[in-house]
Structures are given as C-alpha cells and as structure tokens.
C-alpha cells in the first residue's frame, strides 16, 4: 500500500484482504472504510472500490474466482 492510493476499479470476481500490518484506507462504493492489522475484508464482485490517500503498510491480497 502507498500513501499515495489508486484509481477506482471493479472485477468481476470478488477480492478478499487480510491486513499484516499498516492501516488499509479503502473507498468502496463510495463508502471510506478503515482496515486495521488481523482484520480481513471481502470486496464482492463488480463492486467499485479504491486504496484511499492514507493507506500504508503490508497486505494480502487474494482474487478469488468463480
């Protein structure tokens, strides 16, 4: 993650991440939501969603297709 974030982007399968450590400041659908490290988030498919400015830290990020 980077402090910096990302575009908004959707996928057509849903993404599941788990925090190592840092804080994940995600954007879903409009909604700003903070992940913390241990917390685990599932972003459903289709579902706009953006690293927000703020993030930093280690993730784990899984595609998890049909």
Do not use: K, Y
């Not at 908004?8 to 992940?35: K, M, T, W």
């Not at 969603?49 to 998890?64: I, K, N, P």
């Amino acid at each position: 993650m980077t402090a910096v974030g990302s575009p908004i982007e959707s996928h057509d399968h849903d993404e599941a991440v788990f925090i190592i450590d840092g804080l994940l400041a995600l954007d879903v659908d409009g909604i700003r939501l903070e992940i913390g490290p241990g917390e685990f988030f599932v972003i459903a498919a289709n579902q706009p969603h953006r690293t927000a400015e703020g993030s930093s830290g280690t993730l784990l990020l899984v595609d998890m297709p049909e």
